[in-house]
T-cell receptor, first 115, second 113 residues
Framework: DQQVKQNSPSLSVQEGRISILNCDYT??????FLWYKKYPAEGPTFLIS???IKDKNEDGRFTVFLNKSAKHLSLHIVPSQPGDSAVYFC??????????????WGLGTSLAVNP | EADIYQTPRYLVIGTGKKITLECSQT?????MYWYQQDPGMELHLIHY???????EKGDLSSESTVSRIRTEHFPLTLESARPSHTSQYLC????????????FGQGTRLTVV
């Protein structure tokens, strides 16, 4: 049973428009959420994160919104650029019984930004 | 620029061979991780280490083993490769536990024939 779900496997957006990538989670114990970006044949790179005590975090063209009551977060990219074309992974973190942090990953959404 | 390196990038090897996937980082991170990812599937944690001489199994059972004799080095070994081990293996390190804001290597794509 997936605890972190990215229900859209792919998304296509026109350059200059907004890209919205969605992520849903089921475990209310998650207290930290991250987005990673992955180009083909490379490892994921950290993009932006948000603590569960916040509902918004912004970094340049990237903004993450968190709706705890809906157990939903989204990544907004404005304006989208062709170089943003990549697979975007949502990940959620919680402390386990041993007080160590555990990271659960979504399946990813492949974003294509068309010129 | 992240300083974590994996070698080889690609490896095609025959069944039954012993292989070691190398992972090194120069950031002085205590926490290091190995993930496995099959095409279209999520990243699964197979091993992690919180410091020298500390290694733990991850969420996904794996026949591989790891060692952490030095902070900067976290190799993964398969004693006898099988076609079912064909996958992409990603190494990561972080300053904080749980892979939070982890830095990833470029990955090793392993094919066992």
């Amino acid at each position: 049973d997936q605890q972190v779900k990215q229900n859209s496997p792919s998304l296509s957006v026109q350059e200059g428009r907004i890209s919205i990538l969605n992520c849903d989670y089921t475990n209310s114990m998650f207290d930290y959420f991250l987005w990673y970006k992955k180009y083909p044949a490379e490892g994921p790179t950290f993009l932006i994160s948000i603590s569960s005590i916040k509902d918004k975090n912004e970094d340049g063209r990237f903004t993450v919104f968190l709706n705890k009551s809906a157990k939903h977060l989204s990544l907004h990219i404005v304006p989208s650029q062709p170089g943003d074309s990549a697979v975007y992974f949502c990940a959620a973190s919680l402390r386990n019984a041993g007080n160590n942090r555990k990271l659960i990953w979504g399946l990813g959404t492949s974003l294509a930004v068309n010129p | 620029e992240a300083d974590i390196y994996q070698t080889p990038r690609y490896l095609v090897i025959g069944t039954g061979k012993k292989i070691t996937l190398e992972c090194s980082q120069t950031m002085g991170h205590d926490k290091m991780y190995w993930y496995q990812q099959d095409p279209g599937m999520e990243l699964h944690l197979i091993h992690y280490s919180y410091g020298v001489n500390s290694t733990e199994k991850g969420d996904l059972s794996s026949e591989s083993t790891v060692s952490r004799i030095r902070t900067e080095h976290f190799p993964l070994t398969l004693e006898s490769a099988r076609p079912s081990h064909t996958s992409q293996y990603l190494c990561a390190s972080s300053e904080y536990s749980g892979g939070t804001e982890a830095f990833f290597g470029q990955g090793t794509r392993l094919t066992v024939v």
